[in-house]
């Protein structure tokens, strides 16, 4: 199947600073990734859309100023939390669609990174 | 409005017993898909099984079988044999039609112990 993978897997950062994550296909082209946030005990909450060349598209009540989004390459989409607080912490898991797969599951997660604002 | 609903928090189970995962949703597409997911404490994301609401037969993989009810919206998730190795967060999840984008509407999941 499909890999995309996450980097990093976990990252503790000060409140106030920018957190980059990054999320690859490693061996497909993804025309989307969409991103989602996880707190404890709790469901996956999608973000937004990204479509590669293009704005993505934040979900209501995400804040695009705060979550920045970039799909420059089609296998590559970065999100930056942008002066992140406490309660930015999360299990943040990014997933990648495979056009070229035949059949319904053309849709791949990442491992996903732990996000921990002190 | 809640689109996919998992009524089950957490379930118990005892090794080699079959258990079953209760999901419904809520859709007016015709066409949607419905995945079943396993999420272990590590965080990733396993695909277990997909159902088309077009498809005639309810799927099966292996020791995961959908028993699929378009007419109820129900899509449970039956484990057969259960594993230790099963013991996880289970999320139901739904992709409506093109429109959505592909992305995927997830349940609040049910957490799954299985016990020797």
């Known amino acids: 199947g499909a890999v995309v993978s996450q980097h990093p897997s976990w990252v503790i950062c000060k409140s106030g600073t920018s957190v980059k994550i990054e999320c690859r296909s490693l061996d497909f082209q993804a025309t989307t990734m969409f991103w989602y946030r996880q707190f404890p005990k709790q469901s996956l909450m999608l973000m937004a859309t990204s479509n590669e060349g293009s704005k993505a598209t934040y979900e209501q009540g995400v804040e695009k100023d705060k979550f920045l989004i970039n799909h420059a390459s089609l296998t590559l989409s970065t999100l930056t939390v942008t002066s992140a607080h406490p309660e930015d912490s999360s299990f943040y898991i990014c997933?990648?669609?495979?056009?070229?797969?035949?059949?319904?599951?053309?849709?791949?997660f990442g491992p996903g990174t732990r996000l921990t604002v002190l | 409005a809640q689109k996919i609903t998992q009524t089950q928090p957490g379930m118990f189970v005892q090794e080699k017993e079959a258990v079953t995962l209760d999901c419904t949703y809520d859709?007016?597409?015709?066409?949607?898909?419905l995945f079943w997911y396993k999420q272990p404490s590590s965080g990733e994301m396993i695909f277990l099984i997909y159902?088309?609401?077009?498809?005639?037969q309810n799927a099966t993989e292996g020791r995961y079988s959908l028993n699929f009810q378009k007419a109820r919206k129900s899509a449970n998730l039956v484990i057969s044999a259960s594993q230790l190795g099963d013991s996880a967060m289970y999320f139901c999840a739904m992709r409506e039609g093109i429109n959505s984008g592909y992305a995927l509407n997830f349940g609040k999941g049910t957490s799954l112990l299985v016990t020797p």
């Open positions: 159902q088309g609401s077009y498809d005639q």
């Open positions: 859709t007016s597409d015709p066409s949607y898909g």
């Open positions: 997933s990648a669609r495979d056009p070229g797969t035949s059949g319904y599951n053309e849709q791949f």
